[in-house]
């Protein structure tokens, strides 16, 4: 089992920026790979970044290409999503989630954090 927490949410501004943070904890070297997603309400989840433990491969959704970075902390078993120019269309509940491999595929996913509100005002 892995155990996922997430942090760092809340109200901000439209450009302003936020700096997500996931803590992994229990066997988290069967996952080498860490996920962000987000679900706006009436929306389906949505991949929007990923980072492999082992090498820092990253992966990202075009919509955040430029604003978002995925970076990760092994010694502290800690993945940082840090969210540049924020706009209202990134507002939703933001999970990270762990996999043996780094995929957008939601479903393929294992273990999942409780989630965190982004809420970008305009």
């Known amino acids: 089992q892995v155990q996922l927490v997430e942090s760092g949410g809340g109200l901000v501004q439209t450009g302003d920026s936020l700096r997500l943070s996931c803590a992994a904890s229990?066997?988290?070297?069967?996952?080498?790979?860490m996920g962000w997603f987000r679900q706006a309400p009436g929306k389906e989840r949505e991949f929007v970044a990923g980072?492999?433990?082992?090498?820092?491969?990253?992966l990202y959704a075009d919509s955040v290409k430029g604003r978002f970075t995925i970076s990760r902390d092994n010694a502290e078993n800690t993945v940082y999503l840090q969210m540049n120019i924020l706009k209202p269309m990134d507002t939703a509940v933001y999970y990270c989630a762990a996999h043996w491999r780094l995929t957008m595929q939601q479903n393929e996913y294992t273990f999942w954090g409780q989630g965190t509100q982004v809420t970008v005002s305009s």
């Open positions: 229990g066997r988290t070297r069967s996952s080498d790979a």
């Open positions: 980072i492999r433990w082992s090498t820092g491969y990253t």
